[in-house]
Antibody, heavy 117, light 107 residues
Framework: QVQLVQSGSELKKPGASVKISCKAS????????LNWVRQAPGQGLEWMGW????????TYAPGFTGRFVFSLDTSVTTTYLQINSLESDDTAVYYC??????????WGQGTLVTVSA | EIVLTQSPGILSLSPGERATLSCRAS???????LAWYQQKPGQAPRLLMY??SRAPGIPDRFRGTGSGTDFTLTISRLEPEDFAVYYC?????????FGQGTKVEIK
């Protein structure tokens, strides 16, 4: 069965970096692109962008350029989200979801990133 | 960027009642490019509908309709497990965008 399993919660200080992983299984990895979605506490869903799992080419939504980096390791069918220069507003649950520029049919369980001094 | 506006923000209904959720877009697009998700507290969103199609395992009391700029998710008879937050999402153009959500709560 299709599964997206994300890494665990992170507590970071402002200015630090964090790298979250999303391991895919149960399907052919490079057939489907992967999205990243942010959900701040008590708020709605924000699409951050997607990564083409065949080419490794990332696409970032406006507002998620510069400090946010999507990457891949196809050998372990895993995509990564790195956030640099963390700010308190980056405190959120981050989800990976299978789909690219179509609907998102499978979602990871989410990773809570807390940024606090 | 296509902005999606959902209404109402909160829908208070009883089990067995019909729920009608609206999603209005700032630009017109084909209904094939609209999805609906359900999210329960502490859980990841779950895909309900993409275009007019229900995702696998989604019961037929869920129905998605609409075109152009006005889209609707209808839940014909609310079951206890349907009380949740619902989001629409367009993937007609980049960036993909979500509506702000409609909470369906027990009256």
């Amino acid at each position: 069965q299709v599964q997206l399993v994300q890494s665990g919660s992170e507590l970071k200080k402002p200015g630090a970096s964090v790298k979250i992983s999303c391991k895919a299984s149960g399907y052919t990895f490079d057939v489907y692109s992967l999205n990243w979605v942010r959900q701040a506490p008590g708020q709605g869903l924000e699409w951050m962008g997607w990564i083409n799992t065949k080419t490794g080419n990332p696409t970032y939504a406006p507002g998620f350029t510069g400090r946010f980096v999507f990457s891949l390791d196809t050998s372990v069918t895993t995509t990564y989200l790195q956030i640099n220069s963390l700010e308190s507003d980056d405190t959120a649950v981050y989800y990976c979801a299978r789909g690219g520029m179509v609907w998102d049919d499978y979602w990871g369980q989410g990773t809570l990133v807390t940024v606090s001094a | 960027e296509i902005v999606l506006t959902q209404s109402p923000g909160i829908l208070s209904l009883s089990p067995g009642e019909r729920a009608t959720l609206s999603c209005r877009a700032s630009q017109s697009f084909r209904s094939d490019y609209l999805a609906w998700y359900q999210q329960k507290p502490g859980q990841a969103p779950r895909l309900l509908m993409y275009g007019a199609s229900r995702a696998p395992g989604i019961p037929d009391r869920f129905r998605g309709t609409g075109s152009g700029t006005d889209f609707t998710l209808t839940i014909s008879r609310l079951e206890p497990e349907d009380f949740a937050v619902y989001y629409c999402q367009q993937y007609s153009s980049s960036p993909k965008t979500f509506g702000q959500g409609t909470k369906v709560e027990i009256k």
